[in-house]
């Protein structure tokens, strides 16, 4: 008969371990393989329940800038509420690689523009089709991720919430160095 020469351990030993072993497995800093980051917001994590419904108010042209853009507006609101419930983003370029935006609030006709535009950033190894969509939204959802270069400065994928009128960052995560 075969004798083991190893210790006999203590009956808590193997049910610790394996409680460390699951959290460790479900700990956020170990989501997504990211070396001890945590997985980035998704649009679940800020999701909407309250949807427009009906005809999107007139679009104020109260600044100089909402009257700059006047056409982008008024031809983004028309299509009516597709970001946080009752908002919309209307984008247009500004140049090659680059997108301005603003967000419309459908109920009310205000337009509030973000502090910043964005460059399209990629790796030069990387095809044009691979490259993500600058600005990515969701209807029922507050969360905006913005990828490339917040006026051509860094780059990265952004995330912001919105909330009390106005983009709130979350995180962000830089793109590779080039």
């Not at 603003?102 to 509030?112: E, R």
Request: proline share 8%; with cysteine; charged share 20%.
């Amino acid at each position: 008969m075969f004798k083991s020469r190893l210790p006999l351990l203590p009956a808590w030993v193997l049910p610790v371990a394996a409680l460390i072993s699951l959290l460790l497995t479900v700990s956020p800093h170990n989501a997504a393989g990211r070396q001890g980051r945590p997985a980035p917001p998704a649009f679940t994590d800020f999701s909407v329940s309250d949807r427009f419904q009906g005809k999107p108010a007139a679009v104020k042209l109260v600044s100089a800038q909402a009257r700059k853009y006047r056409t982008m507006l008024r031809d983004g609101a028309k299509e009516g509420p597709n970001f946080a419930g009752h908002y919309t983003i209307a984008q247009w370029g500004c140049g090659s690689g680059c997108v301005q935006f603003a967000i419309i609030d459908a109920k009310t006709g205000d337009v509030y523009f973000p502090a910043f535009y964005v460059a399209i950033v990629a790796d030069p190894d990387v095809k044009m089709d691979q490259i993500p969509e600058p600005l990515q939204f969701k209807p029922d959802s507050r969360l905006l991720i913005v990828t490339g270069a917040r006026n051509e400065k860094g780059g990265g994928a952004y995330y912001y919430k919105w909330e009390r009128n106005r983009l709130a960052l979350i995180t962000s995560t830089p793109l590779s160095k080039h």
